[in-house]
């Protein structure tokens, strides 16, 4: 597998939507939800893989997943291979977590946005939800400070 195939389908999500837009069959997905959701994609299912959402060569996947224990069992495994980062939303702010996630050495984003960031670091007002009444065909060039 080349480098560069590693990486795009190091997000199983896009890789997902990707294949889909293909035209190719993708099993169904749901991402970790309530205990009640897991159990009904479960059910609907009767057996399942559970994989991190980010990752490559089969790190954390748990497959042929048959009964809410070991679904439980293989969530908790994903879960310590997917997690890099805490990303706290707009007006969620908890300095305690944010120490704790630091000190187990994940990066910590608090009291953000990602939509207005993303706007916000590419130049973008449209992004944040802003008209800039700027119509062109033309993608505007990004700035590097």
């Known amino acids: 597998t080349s480098a560069v195939a590693m990486s795009l389908c190091d997000d199983k999500r896009l890789t997902s939507k990707l294949l889909r837009r293909a035209g190719l ?3 169904e997905q749901t991402q970790v939800g309530t205990a009640e959701h897991n159990r009904a994609f479960l059910a609907q299912h009767w057996r399942i893989v559970v994989k991190p ?3 490559e ?4 996947v748990i497959v042929d997943v048959r009964d809410e224990q070991a679904m439980n069992e293989a969530i908790a495994v994903a879960a310590q291979e997917d997690v890099r980062v805490i990303w706290m939303q707009l007006g969620v702010i908890n300095h305690d977590a944010a120490e704790k996630a630091r000190a187990a050495g994940l990066k910590v984003v608090m009291d953000r946005c990602p939509k207005i960031e993303f706007g916000r670091l590419n130049a973008e007002l449209s992004w944040g939800g802003f ?3 700027i119509i062109t065909s033309k993608r505007r060039k ?4």
Request: proline share 0%; hydrophobic share 30%; charged share 25%.
């Open 53 to 55: 959402a980010r990752g």
């Open 25 to 27: 069959q993708v099993a």
């Open 142 to 145: 990004v700035r590097l400070t």
């Open 131 to 133: 008209n800039s009444r």
């Open 57 to 60: 060569q089969g790190k954390g």
